[in-house]
């Protein structure tokens, strides 16, 4: 089975920047597509952003466009979200995902697509 497991949240200023990491566990890496979601308080989760099995293509939320930047290291296991020129409507719970199969790029923004889960990381930006 997958583990996933989020670090790097925390308490920035507006303006400042973060980077979340997720450790992938449990089976092959490279065989998954990795995405990043956000749940804030009374919302419900949203995609953010997302990359393919060797991170060569990646997908964004318009929200997040030119600000976040995912990435991942093939040889650690790892998932980066790179998270600049933060803004107060950022402040969210941040969960990394995992899934297979994904025949199609519109399949990259849909939460149903994606089979495992972490916990998730607080990110909360002051104003």
């Known amino acids: 089975q997958v583990q996933l497991a989020e670090s790097g949240g925390g308490l920035v200023q507006a303006g400042g920047s973060l980077r979340l990491s997720c450790t992938f566990s449990?089976?092959?890496?490279?065989?998954?597509?990795m995405g990043w979601f956000r749940q804030a308080p009374g919302k419900e989760r949203e995609f953010v952003a997302a990359?393919?099995?060797?991170?060569?293509?990646?997908y964004y939320s318009d929200s997040v466009k030119g600000r976040f930047t995912i990435s991942r290291d093939s040889a650690k296991n790892m998932v980066y979200l790179q998270m600049n020129s933060l803004k107060p409507e950022d402040t969210a719970v941040y969960y990394c995902a995992a899934g297979t199969n994904f025949n199609s790029p519109s399949l990259y923004y849909a939460i149903g697509a994606y089979g495992d889960w972490g916990q998730g990381t607080q990110v909360t930006v002051s104003s």
């Open positions: 449990g089976l092959t890496f490279s065989r998954y597509m």
């Open positions: 990359c393919s099995r060797t991170g060569g293509n990646t």
